[in-house]
């Protein structure tokens, strides 16, 4: 069994230990592969058996120059970097990583929330710069503080990470809306099931917690945010297609958006003429909420559960059925 990894380094920068993958077959691990160089990809990919990527493209003419692979495996929840049709149409199973980082990326989302509200960051700057104490008052703030409690969190997307960063914000005193096709009983309990509309139109803050599908791409645009309260918060802990960045900066340039916390846009690693980077009120971390320790060894014990199951002849986690 030969096993290539094309993109191991986010999963494992060095800390955590690929011997559960390694004692399953024959396994090569890259540390990065060019995304748009698929020569490379396959040559890289070569006669595998088994393929894991986590940012890699894996498009259907690569699939057809590697007829040796038998399963696709993603270290991460989302699949979108594997053309999972195509894999269905030749036999071959996709699997991935589901639930891995529900409570690091909950987390994250409330922590930028709350560095929007309070920014902490800055200030703990300030003082270390001397201003405390060269301060008139026993206190002070360079911005206004925002009190989270009776206000309405809005999340569209109500799956594993939404209802836990839900459950979170009612835990801040918030009501809590929530936009989903999907519903469930699980979110009824943490949320009210409401249309995109009202959403919008009755939010003071606004997250994007949905996978990347057909219909929400571009979903956050100058409508869209025309609908939303004036001085919205808008956070992105998803995927940046969901956003038409230029329509978000502008928003937040006119004050219509009161602040932005995002850690994805839509072109990754971010462009140095992406418009975010110049709005105002806008925090952006690259893509580090999932990155947690402990999330990404739930990641390399999955992945090497997904590689076990196959080979016992009984695929886990398979996303095209």
């Not at 509200?117 to 925002?146: A, M, R, S």
């Not at 992105?236 to 009161?258: M, T």
């Not at 839509?266 to 971390?285: F, H, Q, V, Y």
Request: hydrophobic residues 40%.
């Amino acid at each position: 069994m030969k096993i290539v990894c094309l993109d191991g380094y986010t999963e494992n920068p060095g800390d955590l230990s690929w011997s559960g993958v390694e004692a399953l077959g024959e396994f090569t691990c890259y540390d990065r592969t060019e995304k748009t160089n698929k020569e490379l990809i396959i040559e890289r990919i070569g006669d595998a058996d088994v393929v894991i990527t986590n940012k890699t493209p894996i498009t259907a003419d690569i699939i057809d120059a590697c007829p040796t692979v038998k399963l696709y495996t993603c270290i991460s929840t989302g699949y979108n970097q594997v053309d999972i049709a195509h894999c269905k149409e030749k036999g071959i199973p996709v699997s991935n990583v589901p639930r891995y980082g529900t409570y690091a990326v909950s987390q994250f989302a409330i922590a930028l929330l709350l560095e929007i509200c309070h920014h902490i960051g800055h200030h703990d700057k300030t003082v270390h710069e001397g201003k405390w104490q060269n301060c008139e008052d026993f206190c002070y703030w360079d911005y206004p503080l925002i009190c989270l409690e009776g206000k309405t969190f809005g999340t569209i997307g109500l799956g594993n990470i939404g209802l836990h960063t839900a459950d979170m914000a009612r835990a801040l005193g918030m009501r809590v809306l929530a936009y989903d096709p999907w519903q469930t009983e699980a979110g009824k309990k943490v949320a009210t099931y409401v249309d995109l509309d009202t959403l919008y139109a009755e939010s003071d803050v606004v997250i994007m917690h949905m996978p990347l599908l057909d219909f929400n791409v571009n979903m956050i645009n100058k409508d869209s945010i025309a609908k939303m309260k004036d001085g919205v918060i808008f956070l992105n802990v998803s995927r940046g297609q969901q956003v038409v960045e230029q329509d978000l900066a502008d928003a937040l340039n006119s004050g219509k958006v009161s602040a932005a916390g995002l850690d994805v846009v839509s072109t990754e690693p971010i462009m140095s003429d992406n418009p975010l980077l110049k709005a105002k009120n806008c925090i952006i971390t690259p893509h580090m909420a999932w990155g947690a320790k402990e999330s990404r060894q739930k990641i390399m014990d999955v992945c090497v559960t997904n590689i076990q199951s196959f080979i016992d002849g009984n695929p886990d986690n398979v996303v095209n059925k």
